[in-house]
């Protein structure tokens, strides 16, 4: 049989000549396309739970691995600041004047372990189920029965306030540079991140700082959500503590623009 039938312009019948519709065409590709679309969704149902899969982190599975791992780097680096400073130390020839003054600043600076009186103030969120305890409240919102960072902030300026020679939080001592901020209802601090309950540490007079904690208008405010809808509150005396070091780096970081 002659294959020229199967071309148009080469003498063959009408009815063989009749070209396809750019509309059945159109419907044939819908119809396969679905039908990939079919046998996907088909075999991924079958094959992988999509949702519950092993191999996918949780993103906050990823932020305490790097808070983790941000701990481990911070306590090598304080290690190797110890045997650097050990070294300068035995080879710097300063006198005994000049290394007495040094010694001051670094513990100025917070970079050096405290050791002195300290008292502990503790934070923590209310009850999920908590309700108004005292008549002419309202009912909670969520936002009255967590942490916030101005609480946290409330805590630790009331304590420089009161003469504080050096605050910890959690287990990170602060310096100059360091910034207490929460993201939901976690803390990070200095590329760490903690939950609650969360536990502020400082050395200094007790009794001063406890005077200094009293009188913050912030601190008062907070003290009204713990007796209304049971925020955690409490203040320890801690006996003679040491606080550690800081151990982070202390170059400062900041933003540049562009070009």
């Not at 819908?30 to 519950?52: H, M, P």
């Not at 092993?54 to 304080?78: V, Y």
């Not at 004047?97 to 100025?108: N, S, T």
């Not at 999920?128 to 630790?156: F, N, R, S």
């Amino acid at each position: 049989m002659s294959n020229s039938a199967d071309f148009p312009g080469t003498g063959s019948s009408p009815a063989r000549r009749r070209r396809v519709r750019p509309v059945r065409v159109l419907t044939a590709g819908v119809f396969a396309l679905a039908g990939l679309i079919f046998f996907t969704s088909f075999d991924t149902a079958r094959g992988t739970d999509i949702r519950t899969d092993a191999s996918l982190l949780k993103l906050s599975d990823l932020i305490h691995e790097r808070s983790r791992r941000n701990g481990a780097l911070d306590e090598s680096n304080g290690a190797l600041r110890e045997d650097i400073e050990t070294l300068a130390e035995r080879d710097n020839g300063s006198t005994k004047a000049e290394a007495d003054e040094l010694a001051a600043l670094e513990e100025r600076a917070g970079t050096q372990k405290l050791r002195g009186e300290a008292i502990t103030v503790t934070l923590n969120d209310a009850p999920p189920d908590a309700t108004a305890k005292l008549p002419g409240y309202p009912e909670p919102q969520p936002d009255y029965l967590v942490i916030h960072q101005q609480d946290l902030q409330a805590v630790v300026n009331a304590m420089w306030q009161g003469g504080a020679e050096g605050i910890k939080v959690m287990d990170q001592r602060l310096i100059s540079t360091s910034a207490v901020r929460c993201v939901g209802n976690t803390l990070i601090l200095q590329g760490r991140v903690y939950s609650p309950p969360y536990r502020i540490t400082a050395v200094g007079d007790p009794e001063k700082l406890k005077r200094a904690l009293a009188a913050s208008p912030a601190i008062q405010n907070y003290m009204v959500y713990v007796n209304v809808y049971g925020l955690g509150w409490k203040i320890e005396d801690n006996g003679t503590v040491t606080l550690p070091g800081y151990s982070g780096t202390v170059d400062l970081r900041y933003a540049k623009p562009v070009g």
